[in-house]
């Protein structure tokens, strides 16, 4: 992926090669291409995918940098997201996902709405099914993630908080799903997460009002973690970030499988059923070993993921 420092040095490398051109044309029609093109190479990666630098290696930053529409997503940040995804899935050495903007006072608008004006009613609904599916595969995957929200998370954006597993928000924040007003309902997993995090009552209300909630509510709701001061909830989640790298890296996954799997059986039984399969997958690993050697050793443990 290409840095927005990489682009802005190759569209000034083009402006350098071609200004000269552009002075003297007589119709101004290349002035105004390579005007044009500066400004498309000039733009940031809309999704932005990037493992942070030592001592804080494992920790992956998924960045959202749509300034113009607040981080509204179109199906080109949709295809972005979900190709973000894919790399984290076929990379076993990252231990957490921040889910973070680049955009002051913005998490994510939502659905790009300009966009669905376009959109017939099939396109509308394929848009649907494929957010709704990428937010699952978000969700399934086997590390913590947590988004930082700082800002406004309306509609598709507070949705994909909704896919994460631990939500920070600045006091800035503001968390809705407005779906109702438009005369629709959520479509990427609002209606199933939601109520599943703060209870089925709150959620109703929630979505049957479109009321938004500030960050200081959604605390004792349980549906953001904490509440900090606004321009702090990255440095928040860093920490917590840095506090999951320590310990063994598959019990992490396995406590997420367990949790998650756990809660979507029928009985009490069958989810200490699940508890017991992802323990039993953690008996014979070296991490568990390493563990033991280094409380009985008085050290910090070094877990390798085996």
Partial sequence: MRSPRGLLAISGYLAGRHAPAASVSTTGHHSLFFARAFQILAQPEPVR?????????GILELRLERPEVKNAINWDVMRRLRSAIEKIQADATPKVVLVASSVPGAFCAGADLKERKLMGSSEVGEYARS?????SSFE?????????IEGAALGGGLELALS??????????????????????????GTQRLPRI??????????????????????????????VPAGEAYQKALDIAREITQKGPLGIRMAKKAINQGMEVADM??????????????????????ALAAFAEKRKPVYTGK
């Avoid at 039984?269 to 070993?289: F, I, M, N, P």
């Fill in 140 to 148: 399934a995957l086997p590390i913590p993630t947590i988004a930082v």
């Fill in 49 to 57: 995918l990037q493992e942070l630098s030592a001592p804080d290696s």
């Fill in 198 to 227: 703060v209870g089925r009552s709150r959620a109703k209300e929630l979505i049957f009002t479109g009321c938004r909630c500030d960050p200081a509510e959604a605390v004792m709701m349980g549906l953001a973690n904490y509440c």
């Fill in 269 to 290: 039984s069958s989810a200490l059923a699940v508890e017991g399969e992802c323990y039993e997958q953690l008996l014979h690993t070296q991490d568990r070993l390493e």
């Fill in 131 to 135: 957010l709704r599916s990428t937010f």
């Fill in 164 to 189: 994460c597993d631990l939500r920070i928000c600045g006091e800035n924040a503001e968390l809705g799903l407005p779906e109702t007003g438009l005369a629709i309902i959520p479509g990427a997993g």
